[in-house]
Each structure stands twice: as C-alpha cells, then as structure tokens.
C-alpha cells in the first residue's frame, strides 16, 4: 500500500468494475495510483488504464506506481475524460471516479487542506487558480456564510464569516491554525466542546476552490456516455452533498417511461440507459475501518450501461 494514499474500498470497487484484461478503463481521480494499479494489473493485451488526476503531485507518484503497466497517466481534470477518450477513438468498459481528498493532501502542511495542520491557507487540488486565503480575505461576508452554508452545511456560518470579516481588517488571513482560531470563535462553546467544528467550514472553503459539485455534476453525463454498453461506472463519495449528485444522476440513468401515469399506455418511448448494481451504496467494513479511519464516511454507488440510446 503506497504511503501517498490509502485507497478506499479498494475490494469493492475492484469487484464493481470487473477488469477484464482486454478492456479499456480510466480512473478520473487516480490519486496515489492505488485503484489505478489494482485495475492495471488485471490487463493484458489489449486492455488499457488512463489514469487521470489534476494534481502535479497525484501525476508522479501514479506515474511511478503504474511504471510498466499498460497504463497512460495523464494531469487533466476528469470533467475532460470524454475528451481523453475521444482522442483515443475509444469508449470504456469501467470508468472510476473517487472523489475524496487524497491522504497526501490531508497531511501535508504545505497543501493547506486540514485544520489539524498549520500552513499556507491553500486548498487548491489542480495547484493553481485562487486559493482559499484568497477567498478568505476577499469574499464579502454574505458571499462567505453562503459558501459556508451551502458547502458545508453550517449553521453557524454567519458567525464564522463575521469573524473572519472582522480579523481581515487587521490583517491578511493566511494559515490554516488562523482560519480554524476563527472558525472555533464563530461557533457557541458547546458546540466546540462536542467535536472539532472546523471540519464543515474547511470542507465548505475547499469545494468552493475547487468547484468540486460543479465539476461533478458536469462529468456524470459525460461519464456516462464515455461507456460501452455493458460498461460500469463506479463512484465513492465522502459527504452528503456528492453523494446526493450521483444518487440523482443514476437515478436518471436508470429512469425508463415519464410519461403522466394516467396515460394508458407509453408515448414518450423511453428506455433505461443503465441500471444499478445495488439500490444502497456500499459502505466500508469494519475491517477497513480499524486500518483506515478516513473511510468511514465513503459511499459507492454503481451503474452499469446498458445501451447507448
């Protein structure tokens, strides 16, 4: 297992996808490279990975990790896989998109992800574009506590955002122990008592960054047409916002006749695009919970295709 990140469900999502070896398969978030090598491994022939990642820093060590397999990492964000695909004239039996923050970026200071950590106040996958101090000391108020609200699920996020609108006006707002100070004064004692409440407005401040539920609501579609009949989509979410998106979007793909239910009979022809490989998402065993904590809030959800019509 690669120390740059533990990959999650790996079993499961392996099971999902069923790597044939003379199939075609890309990782939309590769990460570590560690679902990425368990798929890679299982090709011969004319099977192939691309494996995708906007992070420089997820680019080399997937690089490193999928070293003479059949296997193409490429630095791009995975709302451009149709493109990948396309510029290779082919469509994919399986297609992965893991959405969590990786552990390389969670516990490296300089990447400014975590409240656990002091450093720059960053927050930026791709490494470039406005970081999240940018947004911190930049936003008006009304726009923070919305990002807040909405990303986050806050209920104190006005109180945070007065605070950190209060603060700025001394100084800049530049690390990580500055905002998550800020974040612990904006919330009632209580509440700080409970558990850590910088979580939601890190998450919050983070999916704004990397406008994370956008890009995810433009690659489903997407996703979904890059496939061959027959072929899986297999993605893990880590909160409720994500999770909702996918669950949304299978839905649809799975979703036949619409027409009014006092209609005798179908007009509209529709047919299901795909179907599930389960109605519940799976969850992480308590296993994989004992070794990897941070699994705990993970989800996969699968769909297979079943035409392109």
Do not use: W
Request: glycine fraction near 8%; hydrophobic fraction near 35%.
């Amino acid at each position: 297992m690669s120390d740059y990140h533990q990959s999650v469900m790996a079993n499961e999502v392996i099971a999902d996808l069923d790597p044939q070896p003379d199939g075609i398969y890309l990782d939309g978030t590769a990460g570590g490279g560690g679902h990425s090598r368990l798929i890679a491994e299982r090709l011969t022939g004319s099977g192939h990975l691309f494996a995708l990642d906007q992070d420089p820093d997820a680019v080399a060590e997937a690089s490193r990790r999928l070293e003479g397999l059949p296997a193409e990492v490429i630095q791009t964000n995975f709302t451009q896989l149709g493109e990948v695909l396309a510029a290779h004239h082919t469509k994919a039996d399986g297609i992965l998109l893991d959405l969590g923050v990786s552990s390389h970026e969670l516990d490296d200071p300089a990447r400014g992800f975590s409240y656990l950590h002091d450093g720059p106040l960053d927050m930026r996958m791709s490494q470039q574009g406005r970081s999240a101090a940018d947004l911190v000391n930049n936003l008006s108020g009304t726009e923070l506590a919305e990002i807040i609200f909405r990303y986050g699920e806050e209920k104190f996020a006005r109180s945070i955002a007065a605070q950190i609108v209060s603060e700025r006006e001394k100084h800049p707002i530049t690390t990580t122990f500055e905002l998550a100070e800020l974040v612990k004064r904006g919330v009632p004692a209580k509440a700080r008592r409970e558990k850590n409440p910088c979580k939601r407005t890190f998450q919050a401040l983070r999916i704004a960054v990397n406008d994370e539920l956008n890009c995810l609501s433009a690659a489903l579609d997407t996703a979904f047409d890059a496939l061959k009949p027959g072929g899986v989509l297999a993605i893990l979410t880590f909160h409720s916002l994500e999770d909702r998106i996918v669950k949304q979007a299978f839905a649809g793909f799975c979703t036949g006749c619409i027409c009014p239910p006092e209609f005798p009979v179908c007009t509209c022809g529709r047919k299901p695009r795909g179907e599930l490989l389960r109605r519940k998402p799976l969850t992480a065993t308590e296993e994989e919970l004992a070794v990897n904590p941070r699994s705990r809030s993970a989800k996969l959800r699968s769909s297979r295709k079943l035409s392109d019509q």
